[in-house]
């Protein structure tokens, strides 16, 4: 697991729309007025935490490692599982 990968798999547009679709049915903390809020701005600043969490970034290095096509959409790489588990640890935070 490197760094560099936890911010290569935060940055991934298909990663980033499927925390958002998790986020959507989760309850997402209250936003302070005057800002946007919602499950796309919620999962564009949590990204990088949630794919921090145990496993992604060694599933993430070993995808690349193995020329997967587009990692962020592959279920065998992260799992609408993992997603899920991901977002409801750091909402717990």
């Given at each position: 697991m490197t760094y560099a990968d936890q911010h290569a798999m935060s940055q991934n547009s298909d990663i980033v729309a499927r925390i958002t679709a998790c986020a959507a049915t989760q309850t997402l903390p209250p936003v302070p007025m005057f800002?946007?809020?919602?499950?796309r701005e919620w999962a564009?600043?949590?990204?990088?935490?949630?794919?921090?969490q145990p496993g992604w970034p060694e599933a993430w290095a070993s995808a690349i490692a193995?020329?997967?096509?587009?990692?962020?959409?592959d279920q065998g790489v992260i799992?609408?599982?993992?997603i899920l588990s991901a977002v409801q640890a750091v909402l717990s935070t």
């Amino acid at each position: 697991m490197t760094y560099a990968d936890q911010h290569a798999m935060s940055q991934n547009s298909d990663i980033v729309a499927r925390i958002t679709a998790c986020a959507a049915t989760q309850t997402l903390p209250p936003v302070p007025m005057f800002t946007r809020g919602g499950p796309r701005e919620w999962a564009t600043r949590n990204a990088i935490r949630v794919a921090g969490q145990p496993g992604w970034p060694e599933a993430w290095a070993s995808a690349i490692a193995s020329d997967v096509q587009q990692p962020g959409l592959d279920q065998g790489v992260i799992s609408d599982g993992m997603i899920l588990s991901a977002v409801q640890a750091v909402l717990s935070t």
